[in-house]
C-alpha cells in the first residue's frame, strides 16, 4: 500500500466527537458551507447580555477578526442586547446551511481532525518509528516541503535533512501533513493517492499525541514539528482554529526556552551549521508570534527584551536547504516582521493605544516614521526584483498588510458619530483619510494583479485574514466617508471589488473569506450594521439595502 495502514480502532478516549461535527452519510443533504456552531448562534446565554458571550465564538472565526478590527467594529450598531453583533450578522447572511445544536469544538484538537470527511472512528497508526508509508511516498512529500514550505520557513539544514527512515514519528506526520495540500504539484502522487488519498487528520492527530509524551523532554525535532503544525495551512478558507493555535504556540515558545533558543548561540562552542540552524529556528518562532498577534488582534507573547533573535542576516542562510533567492525572500520577510511587530508595540499596544487613540497628531508622527521604514522596504525590493526574479507575492501581501494596520490606527482617531477627535485637526484627519485611501487603492490594485500560480505561496494562516483586511479596510473609509461624494465613490470601489472577488476567487480560494465579508453587508444591508451619518445615508445605493430586505 502507498499511505498509512488503515486499522478499525477507536479514538482516543480525550478525543470526542460531536454527532452533529461527524462526516454526514451519503444519503444525507450535505449543506455547501460546513461551520462551527457558535458562528450560527445568536447569543443566548442566561442572564443580563454581555460583550464577553458576544465575543466567545472560540477556534472559529467569521469575517473580521474582533479584537483586531476594533477600529471597524466602532461603527457598528450594537445595542444593549448585542443583536447586531457581528456572529449574529453571520447567522443572518449564512441562514441554516451549518449544524443547529450547539457543540463546543475540543479544545485540544483541530478543527480539521473533527471536520474530516474521513470515517472518523478508524484512525490510521504508524507502526514502529517510520510507519507503513512506502518510503518513496515519503521522500516525495519531504520535497513538496522544501519546495513550497521550506522557502517560508527554514528549519532544517543540509546536515539534518529528514528522512523517512530516521526522523521521528511525529515531525514525518507534521512534514506529510503540511505538505499534503501540494500533492497536486508531484505526478506520481497525485497518480498514485488517487483513490487513497493522506489521512491529514489522522496524522495531525498521531503528532499530537506523541509530542504530548515527547514536550516533558524536548529537543529540536520537537520544536521543528510544533513549528510545522502552526505553520499548515488553515483547513477551511472560512474558519480559522486561533484558539488552538495560540494554544500550541505557547507550548513551542515553552520547548524553546528549554532549549535555549531564546539566547544567541554565535558564541557557542557549537559547528557552525548548528549555530545557524538554531538562529533561524529563534527567528521563525519570533515570526509566527508577530504574525499570530496581528492577524488575531492579541498580545505577543514575546518581547525582544527577553529573546535575541529577532532578525536574520546573509550569514544565517548557511546550510538553510534552500537556493539563494529564497534566501533573499526570506530576508526581505524578516525585515517586514521587524516593522509589523514595531507597529504592533508603538501603535496597537494597549499602553499606545491608551495614549495615541485620542491624539492624532502623535499618531502621525509616529505612523509617518514607521511608513518611511516600509517605504524603504518596498523600494528597495521593486528595484532588485526583475522579470526573471520577480518579488515574492507571500512579501508583498505582508507590506500591504502592514501598511494597512498603519492605517488603522490613522482613522481609530475618528468618532463614530462622525465629528474629528477634539485633539485633531481637519487637516490631520485629511492626511490621515489621504494616507488610509491610497494604502486601499495600493493593495486592490495588487490584488488585481494576481495571478493564478501564485496561489502556492498563500498557504500561510495569516493569508486569508490579510486579505480580508483590505476589505474591512474599505468599508470603514465607506462609513466615515465625509461627503457624499465620496461616499459614492467608495460605495463604486466597493462594488467593483465585490464583482472582481466573484470571479478570481473561484481560481484563488484565499479570497473567499473578503468576499464573504462583502456579501454579508450586502446582505443584511450597510444601514442595517453601521452608524451612517446622514448624507453617507443619502447617498445609499439600493444594493447597499440589503437583499434579505427585499425578499
Not at 499606545?352 to 525590493?381: D, F, P, R, V, Y
Not at 477627535?421 to 492626511?431: L, V, Y
Not at 505561496?457 to 465625509?482: C, D, E, G, T, Y
Request: contains cysteine.
Amino acid at each position: 500500500m502507498h499511505r498509512l495502514s488503515t486499522n478499525a480502532k477507536s479514538l482516543p478516549q480525550n478525543v470526542t466527537i460531536s454527532e452533529s461535527l461527524r462526516s454526514p452519510s451519503r444519503d444525507q443533504a450535505v449543506s455547501p458551507i460546513s461551520l462551527p456552531e457558535q458562528l450560527l448562534l445568536d447569543n443566548t446565554s442566561s442572564g443580563s447580555p454581555s460583550i464577553d458571550s458576544a465575543l466567545n465564538s472560540s477556534s472559529g472565526q467569521l469575517s473580521y477578526d474582533i479584537p483586531s478590527e476594533i477600529g471597524l467594529l466602532s461603527w457598528e450598531q450594537i445595542d444593549a442586547n448585542f443583536v447586531n453583533f457581528q456572529p449574529s450578522l453571520a447567522h443572518d447572511f449564512l441562514g441554516d446551511l451549518g449544524p443547529q445544536d450547539e457543540t463546543r469544538l475540543h479544545e485540544g484538537v483541530p478543527p480539521e481532525v473533527l471536520l474530516d470527511n474521513d470515517d472518523t472512528d478508524s484512525t490510521p497508526q504508524f507502526v514502529g518509528t517510520t510507519g507503513e508509508f512506502e518510503p518513496y511516498i515519503g521522500e516525495r512529500l519531504i520535497r513538496l516541503y522544501e519546495r513550497f514550505i521550506a522557502p517560508q520557513y527554514p528549519i532544517f539544514s543540509t546536515q539534518s535533512r529528514p528522512s523517512p527512515k530516521s526522523s521521528p514519528t511525529y515531525l514525518l506526520a507534521a512534514i506529510y501533513a503540511i505538505a499534503q495540500p501540494f500533492m497536486q504539484f508531484d505526478d506520481v502522487l497525485t497518480l498514485d493517492l488517487a483513490y487513497d488519498p493522506l489521512p491529514t487528520s489522522a496524522l495531525l492527530q498521531i503528532s499530537l499525541k506523541a509530542l504530548e509524551f515527547e514536550i516533558h523532554g524536548p529537543t529540536l525535532p520537537v520544536v521543528q514539528a510544533f513549528i510545522l503544525l502552526l505553520a499548515r495551512p488553515t483547513p477551511h478558507h472560512l474558519i480559522s482554529d486561533s484558539s488552538f493555535r495560540c494554544k500550541l504556540l505557547g507550548t513551542l515558545i515553552s520547548a524553546a526556552h528549554t532549549l535555549g533558543l531564546h539566547m544567541d548561540p554565535v558564541e557557542w562552542s557549537i559547528p557552525r551549521w548548528q549555530a545557524t540552524q538554531r538562529r533561524r529556528l529563534s527567528f521563525i518562532i519570533f515570526k509566527i508570534d508577530t504574525w499570530m498577534a496581528s492577524s488575531l488582534g492579541r498580545p505577543p507573547l514575546l518581547n525582544e527584551e527577553n529573546w535575541l533573535i529577532t532578525s536574520m542576516s546573509a550569514e544565517d542562510g548557511y546550510g538553510a536547504c534552500i537556493d539563494e533567492a529564497d534566501w533573499r525572500d526570506f530576508i526581505q520577510h524578516a525585515q517586514l516582521v521587524s516593522t509589523l511587530r514595531r507597529v504592533l508595540s508603538e501603535l496597537h499596544s494597549l499602553r499606545a493605544l491608551s495614549q495615541l487613540s485620542s491624539n492624532i497628531q502623535q499618531t502621525l508622527g509616529i505612523s509617518m516614521k514607521i511608513l518611511e521604514e516600509l517605504s524603504i522596504w518596498h523600494n528597495t525590493t521593486i528595484i532588485s526584483s526583475s522579470d526573471d526574479a520577480p518579488a515574492s507575492v507571500i512579501n508583498l501581501l505582508a507590506y500591504h498588510y502592514t501598511h494597512i494596520n498603519i492605517c488603522r490606527a490613522l482613522l481609530r482617531c475618528h468618532a463614530t458619530d462622525g465629528q474629528s477627535n477634539p485633539s485633531s485637526t481637519d487637516a490631520d484627519m485629511q492626511r490621515a483619510r489621504h494616507e488610509a485611501g491610497r494604502c486601499l487603492s495600493n493593495a486592490l490594485l495588487f490584488v488585481n494583479k494576481l495571478k493564478l500560480d501564485a496561489s502556492s505561496q498563500f498557504w500561510p494562516a495569516w493569508a486569508p485574514l490579510a486579505f480580508s483586511s483590505i476589505v474591512n479596510l474599505m468599508l470603514h473609509l465607506l462609513v466615515m466617508s465625509s461627503s457624499s461624494e465620496e461616499a459614492k465613490q467608495r460605495m463604486q470601489t466597493v462594488l467593483d471589488t465585490r464583482d472582481s472577488l466573484r470571479i478570481r476567487s473561484k481560481q484563488l480560494p484565499i479570497l473567499r473569506l473578503g468576499l464573504l465579508r462583502i456579501d454579508s453587508v450586502f446582505w443584511k444591508g450597510l444601514d442595517q450594521i453601521f452608524v451612517l451619518q446622514p448624507h453617507i445615508y443619502e447617498a445609499l445605493s439600493p444594493e447597499f439595502m440589503g437583499l434579505r430586505n427585499t425578499v
